[in-house]
């Protein structure tokens, strides 16, 4: 009797465990964490998205130590620019942040975006744990089979590595210095078209 009742109480004390840790887990967000050219655009566009609760530019990918912007703008430390979302999936799911993750780019130029060139540009998606990655790998072939784009899709799907956040200056760039040069030519217009999109899905 002792032995079934010790039984019960270890149950008991793991359900609560990972209750807790699934509160824990609401409150603090999922990661998902993407590459898709500048990170300016990117954080831009994503940050709009009801349940997303910040955006960090970074950088990951890499084979470098605590990279600076002028070393990864080389393209000689392998990392790419990156943000990393923290999000509510209760109110933003995964799947539709990908949705998100490919209108904000062209998922099919390799290592570039627009006039961006380098493998510091490519398209990436550095997955945070197996359900992720089979969610992105999804998305991959279910945009191919409906022939979205003319091209093929060259998105990578990879674990995540060591993310490091970008310098100071590159955080909410776009919010910041909406009249700098790049800003009003390049992101902006990608801005607006990301909010007629997703118009529904905004803050």
């Not at 500048?38 to 831009?44: G, H, M, N, P, S």
């Not at 990156?82 to 490919?102: G, I, K, M, N, R």
């Not at 992720?132 to 091209?151: F, G, M, N, R």
Request: aromatic share 12%; proline share 5%.
């Amino acid at each position: 009797r002792f032995s079934s009742m010790s039984g019960v109480f270890t149950l008991a004390v793991l359900f609560f465990l990972l209750i807790s840790a699934a509160r824990v887990a609401g409150v603090m967000g999922e990661l998902a964490t993407f590459g898709a050219g500048c990170f300016w655009c990117v954080e831009a566009q994503l940050g709009m998205l009801k349940g997303v609760s910040s955006v960090v530019s970074g950088y990951t990918g890499g084979h470098v130590d605590n990279p600076t912007y002028k070393q990864v703008c080389s393209g000689t430390t392998g990392h790419a620019e990156v943000v990393q979302v923290t999000f509510d999936p209760a109110v933003l799911p995964y799947p539709t942040l990908l949705q998100a993750f490919f209108k904000s780019h062209d998922p099919t130029t390799l290592n570039r975006q627009g006039a961006d060139v380098g493998t510091q540009y490519r398209s990436a998606i550095f997955t945070h744990n197996v359900g992720q990655e089979a969610l992105a790998k999804k998305a991959i072939v279910d945009l191919t089979e409906a022939k979205i784009y003319d091209s093929p899709i060259v998105t990578e799907v990879t674990p995540i590595g060591k993310f490091y956040p970008a310098e100071d200056y590159h955080q909410d760039y776009f919010a910041l210095n909406p009249k700098q040069g790049y800003c009003a030519a390049v992101i902006r217009p990608k801005v607006d078209k990301f909010k007629a999109v997703f118009a529904n899905l905004l803050k």
